[in-house]
C-alpha cells in the first residue's frame, strides 16, 4: 500500500517562450507538468516535447533541461517517497495529474485547517494515479538493476566498467549509484569489492594459488591493490588470513 509521500516543493510559474532552463539536478522526484503551451527537455539521453496531455517524472539526480516552444504555464512538484517509479514521459490525455497537482499547489498557498495531511493524501494519489499510467517497458525497474546486480556477482573477476553500465541504462552515473545503494544498500563499487574479497577468502582458504595468484584471478589490478583492500575489509592481510587458515 503506497502510503509514503514527503512533498517538498511546489511551484507554477509562467515561462516565456524562448526561455531555456540550463541543465541542473535535483535530489528528489520531480514531476513537470505543462497545463498550457509546450516546451522540449531533455532527460539524460532521451528527449521529450512538454504538453498539456502529458508530464514527465524526473528520478533525483538525473540532469535535465528545458526549451519553452510558447508561453506556457508549468506545475511542478518535488518530493521523495520510498516507492520506485520509471522516469520520463507518461501520457495523461485526461489530466488528472494536473488537476491533483493543482490541488496540492492550492493546499500549499492557502494552507487552510489540516493543509498538511491532505497534501499527503492528494500526495499519495498523485503517486497511485502515476504508477496507473507507468509504461510496462521503462529505463526505471527494479530489474534493470536486478540485472546489472546479477551480472556483477557473476563477473566480478572481470574488468567492469561501472560508469559504463550506468550509460547502458541511459542514466547518469550519480543517479545509477543512488538507486544502487537503495536496492543494495550499498554502493556499486562497495558491492563489487565485497564479491572480490569474498571470492578470495575462499581461495585463500583452499591454500592452492599464491596471494598474487589470487589478487588476478579476482579482478584486482595487482598483489598490492588486493592486499591494501583485504586488509581494509578483513582486518588482516591475505598472507596472513591463509595462514592462519594453515593452522586451523
Known amino acids: 500500500m503506497m502510503k509514503n509521500f514527503d512533498l517538498k516543493t511546489a511551484w507554477g510559474v509562467h515561462r516565456k517562450k524562448g526561455e531555456h532552463i540550463q541543465f541542473h539536478k535535483h535530489d528528489v522526484y520531480e514531476l ?124 566480478y573477476h572481470e574488468k567492469l566498467m561501472l560508469k559504463d553500465m550506468a550509460q547502458q541504462m541511459h542514466i547518469s552515473y550519480d543517479y545509477f549509484q543512488h538507486r544502487f545503494k537503495e536496492i543494495v544498500g550499498e554502493s556499486p563499487q562497495q558491492f563489487l569489492v565485497r564479491k572480490r574479497v569474498e571470492a578470495a577468502e575462499g581461495l585463500l582458504a583452499d591454500g592452492t594459488l599464491s596471494c598474487t595468484e589470487i589478487a588476478y584471478q579476482c579482478g584486482f589490478s595487482n598483489s598490492a591493490q588486493f592486499s591494501a583492500i583485504f586488509k581494509r575489509e578483513k582486518g588482516i592481510t591475505p598472507r596472513q588470513y591463509q595462514q592462519a587458515g594453515k593452522v586451523r
Open 32 to 155: 513537470v507538468n505543462y497545463c498550457s503551451g509546450s516546451g522540449k527537455g531533455c532527460l539524460e539521453k532521451d528527449s521529450y516535447v512538454f504538453s498539456p496531455e502529458s508530464f514527465v517524472l524526473i528520478p533525483p539526480y538525473a540532469k535535465h533541461d528545458e526549451l519553452l516552444y510558447l508561453d506556457s504555464d508549468v506545475l511542478c512538484i518535488g518530493f521523495t517517497t520510498d516507492e520506485a517509479f520509471a522516469f520520463g514521459q507518461y501520457a495523461d490525455a485526461q489530466g488528472r495529474i494536473c488537476r491533483i497537482a493543482r490541488a496540492i499547489m492550492q493546499e500549499v498557498i492557502e494552507q487552510p485547517a489540516l493543509y498538511k495531511d491532505m497534501i499527503l493524501a492528494k500526495g499519495v494519489e498523485l503517486l497511485i494515479e502515476i504508477r496507473r499510467l507507468e509504461r510496462p517497458h521503462s529505463h526505471y525497474t527494479t530489474k534493470n538493476f536486478e540485472y546489472i546486480i546479477n551480472y556483477i556477482a557473476q563477473n
